[in-house]
């Protein structure tokens, strides 16, 4: 019985799928052809649809100013001007340079230069580079208001943190629909612990946390895109304690930037999906004893401030082309 089973199988095999087989070329080949015409048909949806896109590549397109903060890392910044001078919607290019005794030497300027030609070259556009000097090296500094910036928008960005183009240009489109809030790419928490009575009632929340939770009440300004307009706030009008408490403790501008413009909108930042990239090495952030000082910060700020300002979020902005199916 068994020996016949087996020894059956294979014919009852063969003779059922030789005839698919044979036919087989034939069934492929159109098969193959009707995916491809399937392919082919949804990429062309659009234009078969009539669901053109209207672009305004024009004057009248709204831009925004790329301020790079640096601390004396000429090839970062090299590499940080070389790139944000092809993205689209740039408008110029202002770079904060906090040591006036080191002036960039002539090499490095004259490379920033040649790399903002080439990208203007090669749009309608012509993208402006300028290097504020700054006297001292203050965290405050990267704050100072600028002169006759043309833009209503600021990205404010680390030398060390490359944004891609197309993430970039969404953010901004996420900022033109909410011109007051920050609109950034690197959340962070404050973690409230409760009972008033204790010393210390905010700690800070870092990259796990938010990743866990999902939750979310400051974007960072290492890399983010705000209203020009906080820069004087935060300059002139935000109170003098907390800019002291900036330079003294040389940490937390980027927090009290969140608690300034927190405090203004009464609403959270937003967060932008989007791939980031930080080239330089390790930071600020990977010193120890780092989320200690930012829990330090939050408390003083909240104390100044006379209560929390920050609100909390779970929104995730992201490109809805690259998240269709869901
Ligand atoms: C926060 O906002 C309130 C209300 O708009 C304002 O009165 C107060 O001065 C602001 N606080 C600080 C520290 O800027």
């Known amino acids: 019985m068994v020996t016949n089973m087996m020894r059956g199988a294979p014919y009852r095999w063969r003779y059922r799928y030789i005839p698919w087989l044979f036919g087989g070329r034939v069934r492929i080949m159109m098969g193959l052809c009707a995916v491809l015409a399937f392919i082919v048909l949804l990429a062309h949806i659009s234009s078969i649809m009539g669901w053109h896109r209207h672009t305004h590549e024009g004057n009248?397109?709204?831009?925004?100013?790329?301020?790079?903060?640096?601390?004396?890392?000429?090839?970062?910044?090299?590499?940080?001007?070389?790139?944000?001078?092809?993205?689209?919607?740039v408008d110029s290019i202002r770079v904060?340079?906090?040591?006036?005794?080191?002036?960039?030497?002539?090499?490095?300027?004259?490379?920033?230069?040649?790399?903002?030609?080439?990208?203007?070259?090669?749009s309608s556009h012509v993208i402006e580079l300028k290097i504020d000097m700054h006297q001292e090296d203050n965290l405050n500094t990267r704050f100072q208001?600028?002169?006759?910036?043309?833009?209503e928008a600021i990205f404010s960005v680390d030398d060390d943190v490359l944004v891609p183009c197309d993430t970039l240009k969404l953010a901004f489109t996420v900022w033109l629909s909410a011109r007051d809030n920050m609109v950034g790419f690197?959340?962070?928490?404050?973690?409230?612990?409760?009972?008033?009575?204790?010393?210390?009632k905010y700690t800070y929340g870092g990259w796990w946390s938010v990743w866990w939770t999902g939750t979310y009440s400051m974007v960072l300004s290492k890399c983010a895109l705000f209203h020009m307009k906080y820069l004087d706030i935060y300059t002139n009008h935000m109170p003098a304690?907390?800019?002291?408490?900036?330079?003294?403790?040389?940490?937390c501008e980027d927090?009290?930037?969140?608690?300034?413009?927190a405090n203004i909108t009464r609403a959270p930042p937003i967060w932008v999906k989007g791939k980031i990239f930080e080239i330089g090495s390790s930071g600020i952030s990977s010193l120890s004893g780092h989320s200690k000082h930012r829990s330090a910060c939050l408390n003083a700020?909240?104390?100044?401030?006379?209560?929390m300002p920050l609100i909390p979020s779970n929104l995730k902005?992201?490109?809805?082309r690259t998240a269709w199916i869901w």
């Open 60 to 89: 009248n397109q709204e831009r925004f100013t790329v301020l790079v903060n640096t601390w004396r890392r000429p090839d970062l910044l090299k590499k940080s001007v070389q790139h944000y001078s092809r993205c689209s919607n």
């Open 96 to 122: 904060v340079w906090s040591e006036s005794r080191e002036p960039p030497s002539d090499h490095l300027l004259s490379a920033l230069q040649a790399s903002v030609k080439k990208a203007s070259a090669k």
């Open 145 to 151: 208001p600028l002169n006759d910036l043309p833009t």
């Open 186 to 200: 690197v959340p962070r928490m404050h973690w409230s612990h409760g009972e008033e009575s204790a010393l210390q």
């Open 241 to 251: 304690q907390i800019r002291d408490y900036v330079t003294s403790k040389r940490n």
């Open 255 to 261: 927090i009290a930037m969140s608690f300034l413009v």
């Open 301 to 307: 700020f909240a104390d100044i401030y006379g209560h």
């Open 317 to 320: 902005a992201v490109d809805a």
